[in-house]
């Protein structure tokens, strides 16, 4: 591969890299500010009127109030940077060297109002009907059979859920998929606004590019928190009874919030 040193004009060799790395870590909690990636810190973030809620029972699902709602954190988290194992620069796609916060949504206010993320982010109307939705049965049979998520179904999450709206409430289920949804929604949210960067993919070799919907086969999830997936990662939108230790793997006792590593697929031009 050749990339461009710069606005220099000069090109220069290097050996096509391709790679699963852990990049992110998004955790959900329903205490705002409360950080487990920070030792379990409570930063001073939002108020009790913010608090979040996990409700399991759907025949109770009357409005907003009635379904489940976290807030959400992102991380940067670039283990092999961080361990100085894998260190060429046109492989770090955002510059990140070590662990740092990106986002928190308790100072996000589309996060707790599906409205004004709605204004925010109005394509979801497009996908916001029942044909629409009923597409998503096709990814959440292929990520069911562990297969590659559809790229083109950019507004589906398989068996987790709708992509939209980019907020922390959803509908009632149960703690897994409910966290799952919301992270993968964090990740489209930061694709939406220019925040993170598409890696996969020859055009991407010597500089990451903007995409606007997230590519979902570019990531997978391991959640680590409060009971870690050692043996394998998770396509987007995979079902619970697939995931390491089934549905029961939630621990009774350990409260609702949950943290995911994320891994992110690379396609890098590592000079020579």
């Not at 930063?43 to 807030?71: A, E, K, V």
């Not at 059979?145 to 922390?168: F, M």
């Not at 949804?181 to 010597?206: F, I, P, V, Y």
Request: glycine content about 8%; overall charge neutral; some cysteine.
């Amino acid at each position: 591969c050749l990339c461009e040193e710069g606005s220099s004009g000069i090109y220069k060799p290097g050996i096509t890299t391709s790679m699963w790395e852990p990049a992110r870590i998004v955790e959900t909690v329903k205490t705002p500010g409360c950080s487990p990636t920070l030792g379990g810190a409570t930063l001073p973030l939002g108020n009790r009127r913010s608090y979040g809620r996990l409700n399991t029972d759907n025949h109770s699902m009357t409005g907003q109030h009635d379904g489940s709602f976290y807030h959400t954190h992102y991380y940067a988290f670039p283990l092999l940077q961080i361990l100085d194992l894998y260190t060429p620069t046109k492989c770090s796609a955002d510059g990140y060297m070590d662990l740092d916060i990106i986002s928190f949504t308790e100072i996000d206010p589309t996060w707790n109002n599906a409205t004004l993320a709605f204004f925010q982010h109005p394509e979801s109307a497009a996908v916001a009907n029942p044909v629409a939705q009923a597409a998503c049965a096709a990814e959440s049979a292929l990520v069911t059979a562990r297969e590659e998520p559809l790229e083109s179904l950019w507004w589906c999450t398989g068996t987790w859920g709708s992509i939209y709206p980019l907020a922390g409430s959803v509908f009632s289920q149960d703690q897994n998929r409910t966290t799952a949804l919301l992270s993968a929604r964090l990740l489209a949210q930061q694709h939406r606004r220019g925040l993170a960067r598409r890696t996969m993919g020859d055009e991407n070799l010597c500089r990451a590019s903007i995409y606007p919907t997230i590519p979902k086969s570019q990531y997978k999830l391991t959640q680590f928190w409060p009971k870690s997936q050692t043996q394998r990662s998770l396509w987007l939108g995979e079902p619970p009874q697939t995931w390491e230790g089934g549905p029961g793997r939630h621990v009774p006792g350990t409260g609702n919030d949950a943290m995911y590593l994320i891994w992110r697929w690379t396609d890098c031009c590592s000079k020579i």
